[in-house]
């Protein structure tokens, strides 16, 4: 992987993460796509992106290698998170998730991911793994196919799964299938991207823009802008499946979000590749994701404790809820940005630097 194309990711990862903890604060950094448009299936389009045919012949190895880049710290979080949703409950008397069992600790990890709610962004991250996997065995399947054949396969998966959604029931499991044959035609269109079309197509030629940006404007006209009375529009709840009265937009307005982030990262690429910041943001997406609740929770303690105000209004709203949108949203955003980024960081070097040379002092080097 070349050194451009690399930093492209790691931004493109930047603005994916960006644009959830900016979501969960409702508002938009780019106007004609309302927060949770897109944002989920870029992380899906960059896995795509990221998947290298070679674990077709090693599927133990992938397997693994995804346990232990995606699970293993899962599950150390939602350990952490339990204890503070327990400190929590001491003092507040509420109970910031549900009822604590191993099969909540567990398994609704895999269902749902809201086991506890300063940790719920990171119901992404189980699901992440099973549309991986998935995707690898799919793929496995088809590897004699013809890049047709397999576009057919994914695109019927993708475009059927909001239809199939209003037919079924919405079980757990039935949750779990509508989620994968969703993620698994964006996981694949990153993955055509950076094998058939990159370098070889421009997809960002006049013509095509001037297509997203009309069909884009068209899709707007389902947009409710957060109106209640009228569903979520062009956003969509993919955790709970939720599409509201939708059918087809979700999918292309995830297609022209996944376009226009690409397209973004391309023009702006020589004026942001430099700026660390924006670097370290990509590199740490995983602790943002974990942790950028809880800063906001803290913040909104803080504030409410600074104006002289009791602590129990948090306690009437869900975990979303901020004091004062108006006046503290963009503080909010700032802070939690920087406060998240460099918390991880912090943890890596803590890992880096205690865990791992305990961890080597205690197993044997292999020769």
């Not at 088809?142 to 959604?165: D, K, W």
Request: a positive charge; proline letters at 3%; glycine letters at 4%.
């Amino acid at each position: 992987m070349d050194k451009v194309f690399s930093d492209k990711i790691n931004l493109l990862k930047c603005l994916a993460i960006t644009l959830v903890v900016s979501g969960h604060l409702e508002f938009s950094l780019f106007g004609m796509f309302p927060p949770y448009s897109f944002q989920l299936s870029l992380f899906f389009f960059i896995s795509g992106m990221l998947f290298k045919d070679k674990y077709l012949d090693a599927v133990f190895d992938f397997i693994k290698r995804r346990i232990k880049s995606l699970l293993v710290l899962y599950y150390l979080y939602s350990a952490f998170y339990m204890v503070v949703t327990l400190i929590i409950a001491k003092y507040t008397g509420k109970f910031w998730g549900m009822e604590l069992s191993w099969k909540n600790f567990f398994i609704t990890p895999f269902l749902n991911g809201h086991q506890f709610d300063l940790s719920c962004p990171m119901w992404f991250v189980p699901q992440l793994f099973m549309t991986m996997i998935a995707f690898l065995f799919c793929q496995k399947f088809f590897r004699n196919r013809s890049e047709i054949v397999r576009g057919i396969f994914y695109t019927i998966l993708g475009f059927s799964a909001i239809p199939l959604s209003k037919v079924i029931e919405l079980s757990a499991g039935n949750l779990i299938l509508i989620r994968i044959m969703f993620s698994l035609f964006f996981v694949y269109l990153g993955h055509l991207y950076v094998n058939k079309i990159r370098g070889n197509y421009n997809i960002f030629s006049p013509k095509i823009a001037g297509f997203v940006i009309c069909l884009q404007a068209i899709l707007w006209h389902f947009n409710r802008d957060y109106d209640p009375e009228h569903g979520i529009g062009l956003s969509y709840v993919l955790v709970w499946a939720r599409f509201d009265d939708q059918i087809i937009v979700p999918v292309l307005t995830s297609l022209t979000g996944i376009w226009f982030s690409l397209l973004f990262i391309d023009v702006t690429y020589k004026y942001i590749k430099d700026i660390k910041f924006l670097k370290l943001i990509g590199e740490n997406t995983y602790h943002i994701m974990a942790n950028h609740l809880l800063v906001m929770y803290l913040m909104t303690i803080t504030i409410l404790s600074m104006n002289k105000l009791p602590l129990s209004m948090i306690e009437a709203h869900d975990i979303y809820w901020i004091y004062n949108p108006v006046q503290n949203t963009y503080l909010y955003f700032v802070l939690t940005m920087l406060i998240t980024t460099y918390s991880g960081m912090a943890l890596k070097y803590l890992k880096k630097n205690t865990v791992d040379k305990l961890a080597a002092c205690f197993l044997p080097v292999k020769q």
